[in-house]
């Protein structure tokens, strides 16, 4: 609760001001600040405008121009559409080219915009109408190949007689065609020169397929870039405004300045870019323009020439298209409206001089004004001081009156009305944040709660559990069970891609579940299968459904190892077709085998049975079951339970494989009896079922021995893996017993290591004060909380020698930020030794040594393996260490110059290291 506290008014010093001179001093600077404050809005908000003004009119110009290149778009498209329609309904046949003729040239009259069409089939068959700038046909078959032939066209769009030229020409090599074809639908050309006219342009293009999918013909209509540059040099952009088209690789398309863009040069017309057109503000506006590679929708950009600034408005064409402009796919242009800031600021600047002009005749009547005004306020308001005083000094405040001014009157009331109100407040607004925080807090733990449930529900679950990003495949949690069946480690798979991983056996399969859950919400017993990091495929049932993990769309995997089950049931399936082949061993074979065998017909009566089933269900003899039903043998509920099974099998002709199930009664001492059960559809000469074959073998002994083998497989693997690195073990795993017996090296040269040496300070005496058993588990205490900071920063453990710890960064797995993870583990050991007091009370110090270079990494010899450095980097580190300071951690130059944009340092300065000379050395401060 807060407490209220007197102000102090007290003055610095003996001088004192009167109230008239505060009021009118103040007055007078502050009517000479609203004049200079008049004339700089003017101006500002005068400038301000200009920007509105010219945003808007940027705007009202970029979409000016991307209706036009849509409606650009949409008429050839149009175009393009009906003739494909004509042909799909056989109105018209675009090889029969006498037909074709006047088909194109009435086409060609419809619009202005379509000046030619043509079409070409993959037979290199081309014709073409083209009405500007003369009426031609361009027509190539096969009585003319490999030569097109030109011929003039009438009103009526009649060729005549006159051939104009001959030159050889084949369409399938064209830009357009190859566009066609390699786009398989309505698409663009890139901009290219044309054959007939000679100039660039750009062609809207579909192909023509057959039911069969086969490529019929492509047809076309011809751009030429001067009708887009015609259309930008009609807008009223400003007086001096300009507009252009660009492709993201920076080439002009069309501009509004009267300049082509292209060159004509000794090898033909080259396009040029835009940031060398003539125009000299097109060319500054694209330099200026950065980044259109990645340049999306929309940027509204500032440009200062020659000292003059320019609006420049960037939009692009082509890209997150809607619907309606389907038709611009294929383009990937860049609109740019460039509009000086000087068109507008003229008539800006006289009115702001007008204004300042106005601004300063108001300033000498108001100080007039004023003063005769302030003289009047300051009478009343003096009586007002002693009442502001008093509450000043925290006392109960008088009521304060104004006068006998209104307003003054009103000001004091509402005054005194604020501080009564702002007190009541006050209070409920503390009492309100309590309740907040008390809310907040429950909420919160509650939330905790549940999360800290779901990780170990996550974490303990004996199926495989994982969770992937929707958007990039990423696995972002997995389950033990998960890496067991895999064969990863954890750091293996999270924040790894699945494509990268590559553990789906079947990629197209696996796209298709994660569409499935993404319209459905959730997929349940997908049977797939995935390659584990030894190459063997594992087969699961795979149920998943959509969740939110960190407020991303993510998908929740929980499998099933079924791969024994499934090698089983192929073998069962060898086994049926061997069967089949020899029917007259069945008997013989029935009566030896340890397995429990029955058989019935379509009715669920029993045919027979073999002697293991008949004890196992009470019978004397195996005849005895030849009749009966599940009825004679069970209570009716499980026998009406496993007739409908038996039934739907027979029905459905799918044998059920292996289900492992618990027996209904245990065995003699009470212990569970656990069955592995077949039931398979027997079928005759003509595949007819004819009855059920029914399997049960008692796997109680194999499970409980699998369960005990896995058991203390997981012990040896988590043993193995505290002792040594997960690769080296993995090598280890893979050499033979031979292998090391000789010696074999495992070894790994890496170049960027950081080796990080830390050794208890005055520990040596101090073990001489203490017995042995409290030593060791006064070191155990302190290493244990060194193991969890690796474990934190995923760095690797070394070893320890007496008081001394050491640690790497970088491998086995090579990392980036080893130097930084080392940093970050070196300042929180300071921070934990000195949790740690001696039996004497006196707090622990630490002496810690960090460089960082090139190591040898491995284990050798034969016996009681260690992972283990070699390398003239962990000398240095060593030494570090042992000629480092209490309390400090010394760093070589190496290490500085990978932390030192990311933490403090202080210079220690040159010093000796044996065996080293004289090295550069700095104290890690912090982050």
Request: hydrophobic share 40%; aromatic share 8%.
């Amino acid at each position: 609760m807060s407490t209220k506290q007197p102000i102090s008014l007290s003055l610095k010093g003996n001088s004192t001001l009167s109230l008239r001179f505060l009021l009118v001093v103040p007055f007078v600077l502050e009517l000479c600040l609203v004049v200079g404050l008049i004339g700089y809005l003017s101006f500002h908000n005068g400038q301000q405008s200009v920007n509105q003004l010219a945003t808007r009119l940027s705007w009202e110009v970029t979409y000016r121009i991307q209706e036009h290149l849509k409606r650009f778009a949409d008429t050839p498209h149009l175009f393009l559409k009906m003739n494909e329609a004509a042909i799909a309904t056989e109105h018209f046949d675009p090889n029969n080219f006498d037909l074709a003729l006047p088909y194109f040239w009435q086409q060609v009259q419809i619009h202005p915009w379509v000046r030619s069409l043509y079409y070409s089939n993959p037979q290199g068959d081309f014709i073409m109408v083209n009405r500007d700038p003369t009426p031609r046909v361009y027509r190539l078959d096969r009585n003319s190949a490999p030569f097109r032939n030109i011929y003039p066209l009438d009103e009526q769009g009649n060729p005549t007689d006159d051939l104009i030229r001959s030159t050889q020409y084949d369409p399938r090599t064209r830009p357009w065609y190859r566009a066609a074809v390699q786009a398989k639908t309505a698409t663009w050309s890139p901009i290219y020169l044309f054959a007939a006219s000679e100039d660039l342009g750009i062609t809207p293009v579909l192909p023509l397929y057959d039911n069969q999918g086969t490529l019929q013909g492509v047809l076309g209509v011809d751009y030429t870039l001067t009708q887009i540059s015609d259309f930008l040099a009609s807008l009223d952009i400003s007086a001096t405004g300009e507009a252009f088209i660009m492709e993201r690789s920076g080439k002009l398309v069309a501009s509004s300045a009267p300049e082509l863009p292209f060159i004509d040069t000794p090898e033909g017309r080259q396009r040029i870019k835009a940031s060398q057109s003539q125009n000299p503000l097109i060319q500054n506006a694209a330099s200026h323009i950065t980044a259109l590679a990645s340049l999306q929708d929309h940027q509204d950009l500032m440009m200062t020439w020659q000292r003059k600034r320019y609006f420049l408005d960037v939009t692009t064409v082509g890209h997150n298209l809607d619907s309606s402009e389907e038709y611009l796919k294929g383009l990937d242009w860049v609109v740019v409206v460039i509009i000086p800031e000087a068109d507008f600021m003229a008539q800006i600047h006289a009115n702001t001089r007008t204004t300042i002009a106005l601004c300063a005749i108001a300033l000498i009547g108001a100080l007039g004004l004023g003063l005769l005004i302030c003289r009047w306020l300051s009478r009343p308001i003096s009586q007002l001081s002693d009442g502001v005083k008093a509450i000043a000094k925290g006392e109960i405040a008088p009521k304060i009156y104004g006068g006998r001014i209104e307003e003054l009157n009103l000001l004091a009331q509402g005054f005194n009305q604020m501080v009564y109100q702002l007190n009541i407040s006050f209070q409920a607004w503390e009492e309100m944040n309590q309740n907040l925080e008390t809310q907040v807090h429950e909420r919160t733990q509650a939330l905790k709660e549940a999360q800290e449930h779901f990780q170990t529900a996550f974490r303990l679950s004996p199926h495989p559990l994982f969770i992937s990003a929707i958007a990039d495949g990423r696995l972002l949690e997995v389950n033990d069970s998960f890496c067991e069946i895999l064969g990863y480690s954890p750091e293996t798979l999270i924040h790894h891609q699945e494509t990268e991983l590559q553990f789906w056996v079947n990629p197209q399969e696996h796209q298709r579940l994660v569409e499935a859950v993404e319209n459905e919400g959730t997929l349940r017993h997908q049977q797939v299968e995935l390659q584990s990091a030894s190459g063997e495929i594992k087969t699961l049932l795979l149920s998943a459904e959509k969740i939110q993990w960190n407020r991303h769309p993510c998908l929740l995997y929980a499998a099933y190892d079924i791969s024994d089950r499934q090698k089983a049931w192929l073998a069962l399936q060898h086994s049926e077709a061997a069967l089949r082949e020899q029917q007259h061993y069945l008997r013989l074979i029935l009566d030896n085998i340890p397995q429990q065998v029955f058989w019935k017909d379509t009715d669920c009566v029993f045919l027979g049975c073999n002697s293991n089933w008949s004890e196992a269900a009470g019978l004397e003899r195996p005849e005895i079951v030849i009749g009966k039903t599940d009825y004679d043998l069970l209570p009716r509920h499980l026998a009406d339970e496993f007739r409908a099974k038996d039934q739907e099998i027979m029905a459905t002709d799918t044998p059920h494989l292996h289900m492992i199930a618990k027996k209904v009664k245990p065995g003699k001492d009470g212990e569970p009896i656990w069955l592995d059960i077949s039931k398979i559809p027997i079928h005759d000469a003509n595949q007819k079922v004819i009855g059920l074959l029914g399997v049960i073998d008692d796997i109680t002994l194999r499970k409980n021995a699998e369960d005990a083998l896995r058991l203390e497989q997981a012990k040896s693997e988590k043993l193995l893996l505290n002792i040594l690195p997960q690769p080296i073990a993995e090598k280890l795993k893979q050499n033979d017993l031979s292998e090391r017996q000789v010696g074999v090296v495992i070894a790994e040269q890496f170049q960027s290591v950081t080796i990080l040496f830390a050794d208890l300070v005055g520990f040596t005496p101090l073990s001489s004060n203490l017995q042995a058993h409290e030593l060791v588990e006064l070191l155990n205490r302190i290493f244990s909380q060194f193991d969890h900071l690796c474990e934190k920063y995923n760095l690797e453990k070394i070893k320890t020698i007496g008081d001394a710890y050491m640690v790497a960064g970088g491998l086995p797995l090579p990392r980036r930020d080893h130097a930084e993870a080392i940093a970050n583990m070196a300042l929180e050991m300071q921070n934990i030794i000195r949790q740690f007091h001696t039996p004497f009370n006196q707090p622990f110090q630490i002496r810690i040594g960090i460089n960082t270079g090139p190591v040898v990494a491995g284990v050798i010899g034969t016996r009681k393996f260690i992972y283990d450095l070699w390398g003239d980097a962990v000398n240095v580190a060593s030494r570090m260490e042992s000629q480092g300071e209490p309390g400090q951690i010394q760093v070589t130059h190496q290490t500085y110059e990978l932390l030192r944009n990311n933490y403090h340092f202080h210079e220690r300065g040159k010093i000796d290291i044996k065996g080293k000379g004289e090295m550069f050395t700095y104290w890690l401060l912090g982050q």
